[in-house]
């Protein structure tokens, strides 16, 4: 089945250590998303990709990266978590238009 | 900008009984929206979605919604609810902005289901 694949799906960290999650889609959208989920919350955008074209939310922290080195990949790069970063964080897909097709999400522990 | 309101944070039902979860949205255009679910710890399902067209809509697991553009609602209903349905329902209005669609979350609504 064509899906969104997220790995891993419970990532533990340390304070400051450098982590990457990771997203892949058989669906060849051309529109991809990263999320942030904290508990209780609605997911909050934090970039998305429109092909190669890479989009950044005003309010998204610069200690967050991304890379998309291809249509089926695309990485969340956190250069230094801190403990307010530990969340659901979430990869989504898309055409355009179209709606947004979601992995099962990475859940984020810092220590 | 668009935004959307959810104005019940948890809903309790029994099994059997109907449901209508309600949704508000704020966009000056004809929006794009959608119905997500998300169970704990999962990521997020399409339920249904409008885009134009008939304002009632069907769904999958046997929810459907209305658009009513006067009353800026999209709410979800379900005439009869299963305990698998114990889960966070999240409305979403989408608009296209520089050529992508950018989707905005409402905050929630948790449904429990009690025998």
């Known amino acids: 089945d064509a899906m969104v694949i997220q790995n891993p799906r419970y990532q533990v960290t340390q304070f400051g250590k450098p982590v990457t999650l990771s997203c892949s889609q058989t669906?060849?959208?051309?529109?991809m998303y990263w999320y942030q989920q904290k508990s209780s919350q609605a997911p909050k955008l934090l970039f998305h990709?429109?092909?190669?074209?890479?989009?950044n939310e005003a309010d998204t922290p610069d200690n967050f990266q991304s890379r998309r080195p291809n249509t089926s990949f695309c990485f969340l790069d956190i250069r230094s978590p801190g403990l307010g970063d530990a969340a659901m964080y979430l990869c989504?897909?898309?055409?355009?238009?179209?709606?947004?097709?979601f992995g099962p999400g990475t859940r984020l522990t810092v220590l | 900008a668009q935004s959307v309101t959810q104005p019940d944070i948890h809903i309790t039902v029994s099994e059997g009984a109907s449901l209508e979860l309600r949704c508000n949205y704020s966009?000056?255009?004809?929006?794009?929206l959608f119905w997500y679910v998300q169970s704990p710890g999962q990521g997020l399902q399409l339920l249904l979605k409008?885009?134009?067209?008939?304002?009632l809509v069907q769904g999958i697991k046997g929810f459907e919604a209305e658009f009513k553009r006067s009353q800026s609602s999209f709410n979800l209903r379900k005439p009869s609810v299963h305990w698998s349905d114990a889960a966070e329902y999240f409305c979403?209005?989408?608009?296209?902005?520089?050529?992508?669609?950018?989707?905005?979350f409402g905050t929630g609504t948790k449904l429990q289901v009690i025998p």
């Open positions: 979403a209005v989408g608009a296209y902005s520089g050529g992508y669609q950018k989707v905005t």
């Open positions: 669906l060849n959208h051309n529109v």
């Open positions: 966009y000056g255009a004809t929006p794009y």
């Open positions: 989504a897909t898309s055409r355009v238009p179209g709606e947004q097709y």
């Open positions: 409008y885009f134009s067209g008939d304002t």
């Open positions: 990709y429109y092909d190669k074209d890479f989009n």
